[in-house]
């Protein structure tokens, strides 16, 4: 009874061929050889390849900071706190123009009544 055989072939999952070992990447750690054949490992990757750069148009818009796709927990914090400051700045700032346009108004009553 043969105990582990040494094949010399193996089948691609892709394209079902059985091919000799030479004609697959052996799969470093495993020592096994890779699911697919040379060529249809290649295709596969352009392939893939292909599709990705679809899926995601590079050149239409600029890449942009995601607050919640930043994983690292402190980085994220920072860009929150970021974010919240510039809010708090604006607002600041809206409302200093509000209260001058008020005493510019009232300045302007003053002088009209008095
Ligand atoms: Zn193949």
Avoid at 26 to 44: A, L, M, T
Avoid at 92 to 100: D, P, Q, T
């Amino acid at each position: 009874m043969e105990q582990n055989p040494i094949k010399t072939t193996h089948i691609c999952s892709y394209c079902k061929q059985e091919l000799p070992l030479e004609n697959f990447y052996i799969r470093k750690g495993k020592q096994q050889p890779d699911n697919y054949c040379k060529e249809c490992r290649r295709i596969k990757t352009l392939v893939h390849k292909k599709s990705k750069s679809t899926s995601r148009p590079k050149n239409n818009a600029p890449q942009r900071v995601v607050i919640t796709s930043v994983l690292d927990r402190e980085e994220r914090m920072r860009l929150i706190l970021q974010a919240r400051q510039k809010v708090n700045e604006s607002i600041a700032r809206k409302k200093r123009m509000v209260a001058e346009a008020e005493m510019k108004a009232m300045d302007a009553i003053d002088a009209r009544d008095g």
